[in-house]
C-alpha cells in the first residue's frame, strides 16, 4: 500500500504547480502592465517639462481681443434753432490692438476737433432716436479713420424695399474690413 499511498500526492504537486504558475502569469502580467503605465506616464511628464521649442512666426489670432481707448466726454451745442441744447457724449473707440492705440492718442487732438464738429452738426430729433446715433458713430468712426489712412464706407442702400420671401442671395458679400478701428462705442450720451 505504500506505492498507493504514494500516488495520490504527485496529483496534488501537479495541481499546485499550475496553481503557482498561474499566480505568476497574473503578476508578471500586472506588473507589465504597471510598468507600461508609468514608462508612458513618465514620458509625458518629461515632454511637459522640456523647454518648448520658439516658434517662428505665429499669424495674429483673429480673436484676440480688442483694445478700448476711451476718449474725454464731450459737451457740444447742437444746430437745434435757437442754440440752447447740447449734447453730452462719452466715446470709447474699439481698436484691433494696442499699436493702434498709441497712433490714434498721437492723433487725438485732430480726432477729437473733427468728432465735435460732426456732433455740432446734429439736430436733437436726429440724436434722441436709435439710428441717428447709428449714424453718428458710423460718421465718428469714419473721422478717427482717416488720420489713419483708411475710409470707411457708406452703408448701400436699397433700391426697393424687399419682400419678405425674397431670397437674400440677390445681394453682393460683405465688403472686407481691415480697419484698425473696430467700432464706436457711446460710454454716454445726455442730450439737454
Partial sequence: MSEAASAPPPAKSKKLIIIIAVVLLVVLAGGAGAWMFLAKRGAADEEEAAPKPARAAQPANPKAPPTYLPMESMVVNLADPGGDRFAQVGITLELADAKTAELVKSFMPSIRSSVLMLISQRTTEELLTRGGKEK????????????????????????????????????????????????????????Q
Avoid: Q
Wanted: overall charge negative.
Fill in 136 to 191: 453718428l458713430a458710423v460718421d465718428v468712426r469714419r473721422e478717427v479713420s482717416r488720420p489713419l489712412g483708411y475710409t470707411v464706407p457708406k452703408p448701400r442702400k436699397r433700391s426697393r424695399p424687399a419682400p419678405e420671401d425674397e431670397d437674400e442671395e440677390d445681394e453682393p458679400p460683405p465688403r472686407v474690413d481691415d480697419n484698425p478701428v473696430r467700432a464706436v462705442l457711446f460710454a454716454s450720451f445726455i442730450i
